[in-house]
């Protein structure tokens, strides 16, 4: 440890000298900590008046991805407000430890004592069955009951091998993966090399499986796959290193049964499963619940219940007074007024997590006032996320400093949230010669855990500066998604509330689709970070 | 008797033109509600091309007129749209929706009139006396009291605490449980099987448990309606002449009040008790939403937050349609008991 804070001091004090003839954005200061060896140290943060250029250059894509996260702290682009929490009620009668992908695993979830069936409600149902045809949550849970892929993460978030059983990287955009043998899919058949090069090629290619997969975003960098030669094993190409590609497989891309999928359409697809998973289907009434049933030949443990209901319950009372009265095991979004509740019950208990979704309000940094480096920052200074996370989410959410989340390759243990200072806001709003200027933060309502108290306590803070009004309006998710996803960042409105999901757990698929031109929901450009972003998407993790 | 023809097939032209003025309404509005369904079904990092072809495979770019042309051709050919979320077809998922919300509609409105029409006479021939405040009473309450309050007490009280119903959902329908009374008989299954009467009492036991705090709810509004109204009408019908010449006649009591006063009495509650029972079949949607109860209401409130138009348009055609029916019958019902109104 101390040697790490010496060597940071060695290298803060050479980045200084360096300075006058340093390259923007290629040399400065910071220590590339990776996790586990840093002490998240102090010397650093946002305040300390140091700025990126006078630091040495990152050697390791980790230590860019960080540069980055540094650089977004410095400039301000957000309002950093929370990494939202996934809380959800189990029975007593269950024991389940949630996963911080938002993911709910039926196989994970044990009965106690003579139980055998599990019912799940969460808040709403799927939008079919095809495990290549969606992109949402709910879905995802519904699918994965019964499809696997070829990596999967433990409840920390952590790669670990399901259908592979062993992935390597051959050369910058080829990687290989061992398969799993002795699996078979549910109508029987066993899983071959063809069907997992297929369920790849589907997702990435429009000709391959009959659809056009919205998961094509999720697999950046995919070209193809190829059954190896003689082996069984899996070669997938993608164009350049692809950093992120096990990142990538670990979340996505479920293995289906090419001649299952060839030889139905569309409709029974997304009616039907045909997976590899521990549990298969039973009954499926759509819009209304799932039953499955565990699968005799799973080649892994047989699952500790026999039977498995998911069912939607879109009313977040209804499924909390499901839950109360022993109707259901687990519950999903358990709202923050009615944690106490649940608690409070013998026969329940609330479980929570910080999930992978960053709470936001985006400031355009072209549009006046937020073309200002230090109107952005006073912005931050004005609210008090603290009493924000602790009155509004009672406390069901972590603060954040910058795109990336912890436990996220690339994240920053350096940085600290901006303090609560509204004199320091005011002094910078002053110097950014916006004073008296006039801001309207626009807010989805209903789509994220307690949004529009959020944006109303934020605009309550910013208010209260004297030199700056800021007032609310309430937006229509649909509108408001229209307005920002369509390319021309000057249609948008230049203030806003969004939240960002990213289960690849690599602080890029955050940085890169929000803060850079490269992003289809951008807010914010800068040389100095499309630089260091650069930079880390030609290098390969080093873990 | 050729006049009442007349007068219905008037009502079923009418109804024609009201069903095809939902669909235009339906059509417009989609056009003019902001938000590209796109949009929401795109995922927010898809590119232009995504979005071009998204639009392009559900019609999107195709002129308006062509758009609803097409929509009314499909929708007389039982053809109601994909879903855009799901991209499975409209028709049978609004259709499977349908039983729910009927059995809800029909059972609150057989408990509004159950409990309402009894206490509707029992008020007016007790006048000023003390079961007259008890009903008024009630019905004030009723009338005031928000469904969904009503909802979630019920089961925070019912289901929760004392677990005497359970809190929602509808396991079992009603066709499912008269199916166990239809006679199954084949060469596969033996001929003549015998009825599962077990099965009926035990489907039936869990039919009603589960409808019983859904209708409860819903039919309490209505029962303080219908109680108002059987009391001023029976009020009134209690001081006309025929009432009066009868009692002179010197026929019993029981017989001037519930033979000829209530009669009359039905022929308004009988209208409201319709309109009632259509608007039930749309708007039941908090309660369904409280209770989880698979039904219409619910389908479209979903429909709604994920901008599924086709499945929003087609919902709302049903429910349009179903309302429609309903006053139809309402107002056949209507002239059969009162021939004046075919004038």
């Known amino acids: 440890m101390s040697r790490d804070i010496e060597r940071r001091k060695f290298l803060t004090l050479a980045g200084s000298a360096a300075g006058a003839a340093a390259l923007a954005g290629c040399s400065g200061g910071d220590s590339t900590p990776t996790d586990g060896d840093d002490d998240g140290g102090a010397t650093a943060t946002s305040t300390d008046g140091e700025t990126a250029t006078d630091r040495p250059e990152p050697t390791t894509r980790e230590g860019y991805l960080q540069r980055a996260g540094r650089v977004l702290n410095e400039d301000a682009p957000w309002i950093f407000l929370n990494q939202q929490y996934s809380v959800y009620g189990l029975s007593s009668e269950i024991e389940w430890t949630p996963r911080n992908d938002e993911r709910i695993d039926g196989y994970a979830i044990e009965p106690q004592g003579s139980k055998s069936s599990i019912t799940i409600s969460q808040s709403s149902m799927d939008s079919g069955l095809d495990p290549h045809d969606h992109r949402e949550t709910p879905t995802d849970n519904i699918v994965l009951q019964a499809y696997e892929g070829l990596l999967t993460r433990d409840a920390e978030g952590a790669i670990e091998d399901q259908l592979a059983t062993g992935y390597e990287r051959l050369e910058p955009g080829r990687v290989r993966f061992e398969l799993r043998s002795g699996v078979s899919f549910h109508s029987g058949d066993s899983m071959t090399k063809q069907d997992v090069a297929f369920s790849v090629n589907r997702i990435v290619q429009s000709d391959v499986g009959g659809l056009e997969s919205p998961q094509r975003s999720q697999l950046t960098g995919v070209q193809s796959a190829e059954p190896a030669d003689g082996d069984n094993a899996v070669i997938v190409n993608s164009d350049g290193i692809n950093p992120i590609v096990f990142a990538e497989f670990a979340s996505y891309c479920d293995i289906m049964n090419r001649s299952w999928v060839e030889s139905n359409d569309s409709a029974y697809i997304n009616s039907n499963m045909n997976g590899t998973g521990p549990y298969m289907l039973e009954t499926y009434e759509q819009d209304v619940q799932v039953v499955y049933s565990s699968y005799d030949d799973y080649y892994g443990d047989a699952p500790p219940a026999d039977s498995l209901t998911i069912q939607g319950v879109p009313e977040s009372s209804t499924r909390v007074n499901q839950l109360l009265s022993g109707e259901t095991d687990l519950i999903v979004n358990v709202p923050p007024q009615d944690a106490s509740r649940v608690q409070n019950s013998d026969d329940a208990s609330v479980s929570s997590v910080a999930s992978t979704r960053i709470i936001y309000n985006a400031m355009v940094y072209n549009a006046e006032p937020f073309d200002s480096v230090e109107f952005r920052r006073a912005m931050n200074y004005a609210i008090d996320l603290e009493s924000i996370i602790d009155n509004v989410l009672s406390g069901f959410a972590n603060r954040t400093a910058q795109p990336g989340l912890e436990g996220h390759f690339g994240y920053n243990p350096d940085l600290d949230p901006f303090p609560y200072d509204v004199e320091e806001a005011e002094r910078l709003v002053e110097e950014s010669g916006y004073a008296g200027a006039e801001i309207t933060l626009h807010t989805p309502v209903g789509r994220y855990l307690k949004d529009l108290e959020i944006a109303q306590s934020v605009v309550g803070y910013l208010d209260e500066l004297d030199n700056v009004s800021a007032e609310v309006q309430q937006r229509d998710f649909g509108a408001l998604a229209s307005e920002l996803v369509d390319g021309d960042i000057t249609t948008g409105p230049d203030f806003y509330l969004i939240g960002w999901g990213n289960s690849t757990f690599d602080t890029s698929q955050t940085i890169l689709p929000l803060l850079t031109d490269e992003g289809e929901l951008y807010s914010y450009v800068s040389e100095e970070v499309n630089e260091l972003m650069s930079q880390a998407q030609s290098m390969a993790n080093e873990n | ?343």
């Open chain 2, 1 to 343: 008797m050729a006049s009442f023809g007349r007068f219905l097939t008037k009502r079923v032209l009418q109804g024609l033109g009201v069903v095809l003025g939902v669909i235009t309404v339906l059509f417009v509005l989609r056009y003019i509600t902001p938000g590209n369904p796109v949009d929401v079904i795109a995922p927010l990092d898809a590119g232009p091309e995504t979005r071009r072809r998204i639009a392009e495979n559900l019609g999107l770019d195709q002129p308006l007129y062509v758009q609803y042309f097409d929509y009314i051709v499909s929708l007389l050919q039982g053809d109601m749209g994909y879903s855009y979320r799901s991209r499975t077809a409209v028709a049978p998922r609004v259709f499977a929706k349908l039983p729910a919300t009927l059995e809800l509609a029909v059972a609150s409105t057989l408990v509004a009139v159950v409990i309402s029409i009894p206490l509707g006479v029992v008020s007016a021939t007790r006048r000023h006396e003390f079961p007259d405040y008890v009903a008024t009473l009630f019905s004030l309450l009723g009338i005031s009291t928000p469904n969904f309050w009503l909802g979630v007490m019920l089961v925070v009280l019912l289901a929760v605490q004392f677990q005497v119903f359970p809190t929602s959902s509808r396991p079992v329908g009603f066709l499912e449980t008269v199916g166990n009374l239809v006679v199954v008989s084949g060469p596969e299954q033996g001929w003549a099987l015998p009825l599962n009467v077990d099965g009926f009492v035990a489907d039936a036991r869990n039919w009603l448990f589960h409808l019983f705090l859904p209708a409860v709810t819903l039919g309490t509004y209505f029962t303080a309606l219908i109680t108002r109204l059987t009391r001023s009408g029976m009020l009134d019908q209690l001081g006309q002449g025929y009432v009066q010449a009868a009692r002179a006649k010197g026929l019993p009591e029981t017989l001037v009040r519930y033979r000829h006063a209530l009669r009359n009495t039905l022929i308004p509650v009988i209208t409201v008790v319709g309109l009632q029972l259509g608007t039930l079949i749309g708007g039941a949607v908090i309660t369904e939403a409280v209770f989880d109860w698979p039904g219409l209401g619910s389908l479209v409130i979903d429909a709604i937050n994920n901008r599924d138009w086709p499945l929003i348009q087609g919902s709302l055609v049903v429910i349009g349609s179903g309302f429609v029916f309903v006053n139809i019958v309402v107002d056949a019902l209507y002239a059969r008991l009162n021939p004046q109104v075919m004038e």
